[in-house]
């Protein structure tokens, strides 16, 4: 409702539906008559019946059951509408997919999901040709689902990855590639455990004795 009866107004850039509202912005603002947009609570049927709902309430039952209908028929007949809209000033996209919402967020999630393939398909975890055969977005709920910790152990199991020196160099030229208490060149994951470094063979011995385990 805010959306038309205010064209002249900035979205949001985590704006859902946004290539939608810029068009109804839009028309808006061209329309040379005053339009009044106001709105409509939806599922108004869902307890009164038909009949004993306001005009408003019965039109907005119309338009959803004729959209969820056509909806229904181009999922069984597989032809669906292109979502390239009238008079559109802008489209943004991503890996030839429209973006609806963020540009940003769509940007780093095809670079995160193009850097996800290369990684697991090099390291034999997944095979590029059956990467997008997997719901990642259920993996992701599942994941969030655990304690903090499990997850950064679960996601160092399945790459493997740890953040040591080694890593850390690769990303920044600051962190030299050496241990941080032996000076050891090359610092690997199983350094962390096996550090002759005598600091470092003490504060392993004092966490064993006062582990609660």
Excluded at 43 to 50: A, G, I, L, V, Y
Excluded at 191 to 204: E, F, N, P, W
Aim: glycine content about 2%; hydrophobic content about 40%; some cysteine.
């Amino acid at each position: 409702m805010g959306h038309g009866n205010f064209p002249t107004d900035v979205l949001s850039k985590n704006q859902k539906q946004a290539d939608v509202l810029r068009c109804l912005k839009q028309y808006a603002q061209y329309n040379p008559s005053k339009s009044v947009f106001v709105w409509v609570k939806a599922h108004q049927d869902d307890s009164p019946t038909f009949e004993n709902l306001l005009l408003a309430a019965q039109l907005n039952t119309l338009v959803d059951e004729l959209a969820k209908n056509t909806l229904r028929a181009a999922c069984l007949n597989r032809q669906f509408i292109s979502n390239l809209f009238p008079f559109e000033q802008v489209r943004f996209s991503v890996c030839n997919n429209k973006i609806a919402s963020s540009p940003k967020n769509a940007i780093m999630a095809a670079w995160a999901d193009d850097t996800a393939q290369d990684v697991f398909h090099n390291r034999n975890i997944i095979d590029r040709s059956n990467f997008d055969l997997i719901w990642w977005a259920s993996v992701e709920i599942t994941m969030t689902s655990f304690p903090k910790m499990f997850q950064v152990w679960w996601t160092k199991e399945v790459l493997p990855f740890c953040g040591t020196n080694r890593q850390l160099s690769k990303i920044d030229k600051s962190v030299k590639n050496v241990g941080p208490s032996c000076g050891r060149i090359d610092e690997l994951s199983t350094h962390i455990t096996h550090c002759k470094d005598k600091g470092r063979v003490t504060m392993l011995k004092h966490l064993l004795m006062n582990s609660p385990h």
